[in-house]
């Protein structure tokens, strides 16, 4: 089956650049999702299709993917940014969709 | 505005039974992907099954021969039969759209807990 590995965290200061990984076997292949989860709450997309962003999502998120990497970028971050984060994937050989382990992001 | 509202969660014992529902609104269950999606507590999300606006059904290996996905047009409704229970099943159990099988998650439920133990 197919595997997406992400670190287990991430910090970053206010103000600074945060970049979230997601690892994949030619995942740059495949179409990536990124979804933010806050304690408590259900996740919300944030990326879709590997740098598109929702209507309301800031512009200082972006993601990019290419080769065994996808990347989640989220610029000037804010204290409310800290979250969870999931990459997203569909596995066409097993037809079933994969999550990666996420990321807790902290804002210093 | 969109929505998907879980429910049928609850405590149940090793071995039992439970059905889960979506209702949604504002748009169709059948002209869509429809998936359920739990996180186990203080873990990750795991995809566990969806069902296809064809409706061709799919399940995540540790879920294959004890749940079934499935919908009801005419309520507008998913559904996630789950049988044979085991502790590890306790999450939260979120019902989650696609537009296509590659598109990602646009609209979740809030989500309903699981609880499986004696």
């Known amino acids: 089956s197919y595997v997406l590995t992400q670190p287990p965290s991430v910090s970053v200061a206010p103000g600074k650049t945060a970049r979230i990984t997601c690892g994949g076997n030619?995942?740059?292949?495949?179409?990536v999702h990124w979804y933010q989860q806050k304690p408590g709450q259900a996740p919300v997309l944030v990326i879709y299709?590997?740098?598109d962003r929702p209507s309301g999502i800031p512009e200082r998120f972006s993601g990019s993917n290419s080769g065994n990497t996808a990347t989640l970028t989220i610029s000037r971050v804010e204290a409310g940014d800290e979250a969870d984060y999931y990459c997203?994937?569909?596995?066409?050989?097993?037809?079933?969709?994969?999550f990666g382990g996420g990321t807790k992001l902290t804002v210093l | 505005e969109v929505q998907l509202v879980e429910s049928g969660g609850g405590l149940i014992q090793p071995g039992g039974s439970l059905r889960l529902s979506c209702a949604a609104s504002?748009?169709?269950?059948?002209?869509?992907?429809m998936s359920w999606v739990r996180q186990a507590p203080g873990k990750g999300l795991e995809w566990v099954s969806v069902?296809?606006?064809?409706?061709?059904?799919f399940y995540a290996d540790s879920v294959k021969g004890r749940f079934t996905i499935s919908r009801d047009n005419s309520k507008n409704t998913l559904y996630l039969q789950m049988n044979s229970l085991r502790a590890e099943d306790t999450a939260v159990y979120y019902c989650?759209?696609?537009?296509?099988?590659?598109?990602?998650?646009?609209?979740w439920g809030q989500g309903t807990l699981v609880t499986v133990s004696s």
């Open positions: 989650a759209r696609s537009t296509a099988v590659v598109a990602a998650f646009d609209y």
């Open positions: 504002e748009f169709t269950v059948s002209g869509n992907y």
């Open positions: 069902i296809y606006s064809g409706g061709n059904t």
């Open positions: 030619n995942i740059g292949s495949k179409s």
């Open positions: 299709y590997d740098s």
């Open positions: 997203q994937v569909w596995d066409s050989s097993s037809d079933h969709q994969v």
